[in-house]
Structure formats: C-alpha cells, structure tokens
C-alpha cells in the first residue's frame, strides 16, 4: 500500500528538523571549543569540566535563533556534551544493552542490528565532516589514525567492543563505520532458553569440553560463534591454565586462569606487526593446558593443529565457513598457506587427527541463531573425513517473518563415548537414539 501524501510530508518535516538540529549542535559545539580555555582543562576534573559546558551549552543554545522546546534544548545541552565526551549521536545507541551492532553507512543512515534483526533508526549526523570527527576522534582514542593514506582502522573499544571504520578513497560515498557490542553477556541457560541450543545437545557438549576434546566452531557471520566459544569455556575444569589469542580480543572466558594475547597492527611506517601466527607459536612456550584462538583465518592454522595434536587436546577455535565439511576445506587451504609442500590427503589426515568434532552455527530467516549440526569427525568414511552428524537442526519452513524447525538426534552412537569414560564422565546411550528432541520451535 502506498504511503499516503501527508505522512510523506510529515516524514519529510522531522528528517528536516533532524538535519537543522545536528547542525545547530554542530555550530554551538564549535562555539564551546572556541570559548573555553584549553590551558585549564587539564587541571579541572570531570565534573567541574561537565558543569561548565552544560552552562555554555545552556546559553548559547538560549541565545539562538532556532526555536526549540524546552525539551529539546535539554536533549541538544545532553548531546553536545555526549560530543565533548563520548561518541556524539552513537552515544546513547552504545549504553543501550538490546543494541549488538551499531552500522553507519553516512551521516543520514544510521542502523542497529536489535535481537536479530537490523532496524533503521533516527540518529543522523550534520554531515560526511560531523561523521568523519567522531570516527577520527575513536581512532585517536585507540592510538590508530584514519586519513587519507590509511583510510582503515579496525580496533577494540575499552568495553569490548569492535569497531571497524573505512573512509574515503576507498568508501565512494563517505565515511562508513561498524560497532559490533558485547554489552549482554550471555550463559548456557541463556541460550537453552532462547532456542539456540536444547539441553541435550548441552549436556553432550559440556562432556566434550571437559574431557578434553578438540573442537571447532563454524558459522557465517553474526551466527554467534564467539558468543558461543565463550559459553563452552564455562565447561573447562578450573585448575586448567589457559591462552588466548585474537586479533581483536573479543573472548571474555568464564574462567580465571586466562592469559589473553591480541595481534599488533604495523605502525605508519609498516613495521612492528605481530601476527597470530606468531602468537600461537610463543603460546606453547607459556606452559597451556588448552590453546584457543579467536578465530583461524591464515596459516596460524597449521600451528594450531599443531598444538591440538602435541599435548594441548581440547583446543578450541572458531571459523567462518557456512558448512561443516566446507569448514574443514578451508582448514586445508589455510594449512597450505603456511608455506609446507604436503599431499592433500596428508593434511587430511593430520586434520582428522587433531579435530574430533565440529558445530555448526547458522543465523536464519528473522535473526533466530541456531546450532544446526553437531559432528564427530571419525577419520574414516564417509572419505575424506568420516563425518558423522550427531544432532542436527531440521527447518520446517517460515512463520511470521521467523524461520521454525526442531532439533533430532540422528541415532548415531560417537566414537569418543569411550574417550568420554576414561575421564570419567558417562553419558547414557539413549541420548543419542534417533528421535526429536524434546525443544522444538513450534512450540515457542
């Protein structure tokens, strides 16, 4: 149904009013920093500082030309001091805890992505110029710089957050910034609850984990891959020493002994980069129990296999790949990258080897993040990795905008129950026995 003249004239109205509001803000922001006495700012505490630009605030947006009710003069005094101090019109997306990815594709187009599902939203910018200070001045925080000559930053905030900014040469049409949170941190019950995953597929992973079985986590982007890494460190027994490593450090382990290592970008003259290669390499030298690496995306991934296969059993990492058998493909390429002459089936074997099983994460139709498989790798057939699927996710079709399925057990019994009783964890037969799980998402 077409929209009717009048709400188009009404929609055409706020979006006029929220351009003439930035750029007033804009305007008394520039007219603050030309007032105050920089000299002083270093002596004068948080607070003092805060009561000052509200009074400057205050006053100039009094003195005006712009009619505003006393409501938005109060939001304008909030928002040039959310420019002075935090992240201008993004600031109140970062404190609002429903808000997982904050996406700017110009100073008009602001969008966040809210329990799966992206929203448009009526934050806007004055201009490519207002967008550019604000991503300048979070590079800056970060000690990275963003110009011309390196039109890219990609970094951690001091909350956890990533942040990924690119700007012209290389955006056509302006800067464009990404914020990826992780304000809600999530539990195993959490994701019992919400569907993700049911408690028997938990049960079973949870004996995994503690027995010391190497494992990778696979999925598209935003399937929760990270999120679910750290639910999984949860089942690690607590006397067990641990080392990360990322290249952004995004893993928040549910444990206490963590050393956690991040990769280094160059510097402006191209030197001094840190890869996580070099990081896996040193990590064996630092006595782990279990290495695990944010995400494998290179040629650490033969160290990492390495590691799996040399007394660090249980492991873990995650990898962007849409299939299970295509995420083990990739662990082949990557394995190549590292610049050893080895037949396929040689690393095939050594795969096999060092992996025992794989999770399959996907994000479906309405933002829904499932576990779609859970897979024993064997080593045997089917060739080339004897892949067997223990529980999978099975789609049964769309419903108001959301995709809906249940979960099954396939009847497949895996080879490491056995490794499982040698560390002392039994898990009873009929857990795995062909049949529906109880969780199913009709019912939700």
């Given at each position: 149904m077409p929209a009717s003249p009048k709400w188009l004239k009404e929609q055409a109205q706020l979006e006029t009013f929220a351009l003439r509001f930035q750029k007033l803000k804009a305007e008394v922001h520039r007219r603050i920093v030309e007032a105050i006495d920089l000299n002083k700012l270093s002596r004068w505490n948080q607070d003092r500082l805060r009561r000052e630009i509200r009074g400057l605030a205050e006053s100039m947006s009094s003195s005006s030309t712009e009619l505003l009710s006393e409501i938005d003069r109060e939001r304008l005094v909030q928002e040039i001091i959310d420019e002075v101090f935090g992240m201008g019109p993004l600031e109140a997306l970062m404190h609002d805890p429903t808000v997982s990815d904050i996406l700017v594709n110009g100073p008009h187009q602001v969008f966040v992505e809210r329990r799966g599902r992206l929203e448009d939203t009526e934050v806007v910018f004055a201009d490519n110029a207002h967008l550019m200070m604000i991503i300048q001045r979070i590079a800056a925080r970060l000690g990275r710089r963003i110009d011309e000559s390196s039109p890219m930053v990609d970094a951690r905030l001091p909350d956890g957050s990533r942040v990924n900014a690119i700007i012209p040469p290389l955006s056509l049409d302006g800067p464009v910034l990404s914020i990826r949170r992780f304000a809600e941190r999530l539990t195993a019950e959490d994701l019992v609850t919400n569907g993700t995953v049911p408690p028997e597929i938990l049960q079973v992973l949870e004996a995994c984990v503690a027995s010391r079985l190497s494992l990778i986590v696979s999925g598209g982007t935003g399937s929760g891959k990270t999120t679910f890494l750290n639910i999984l460190s949860r089942f690690i027994p607590l006397e067990e020493r641990l080392v990360t490593i990322e290249d952004s450090a995004e893993l928040m382990l549910q444990r206490k002994h963590v050393v956690r290592l991040e990769t280094r970008p160059p510097?402006?003259?191209?030197?001094?980069?840190?890869?996580?290669?070099?990081l896996v390499r040193n990590a064996l030298r630092m006595r782990p129990d279990r290495i695990i690496v944010g995400e494998v995306r290179g040629a650490e991934a033969l160290d990492v296999l390495q590691a799996m296969n040399t007394g660090h059993e249980g492991s873990m990492t995650t990898i962007h790949a849409n299939d299970t058998l295509d995420a083990l493909h990739r662990m082949e390429m990557m394995v190549m990258l590292a610049g050893f002459e080895m037949?396929?089936?040689?690393?095939?074997?050594?795969?096999?080897?060092?992996?025992?099983?794989?999770?399959?994460l996907s994000r479906l139709k309405g933002g829904r993040r499932r576990i779609m498989r859970v897979t024993e790798i064997t080593g045997g057939e089917p060739a080339p990795y004897g892949l067997r699927d223990i529980f999978i996710f099975r789609q049964t079709g769309v419903k108001d905008g959301r995709a809906q399925g249940h979960f099954e057990a396939t009847g497949h019994e895996p080879a490491f129950l056995a490794h499982l009783k040698s560390s002392g964890i039994e898990l009873p037969k009929s857990l795995f026995a062909q049949r529906v799980l109880s969780w199913q998402e009709e019912s939700q």
């Open positions: 510097n402006v003259e191209g030197a001094g980069e840190v890869r996580q290669r070099e037949p396929v089936p040689i690393i095939r074997q050594y795969v096999a080897g060092a992996v025992r099983l794989l999770v399959q």
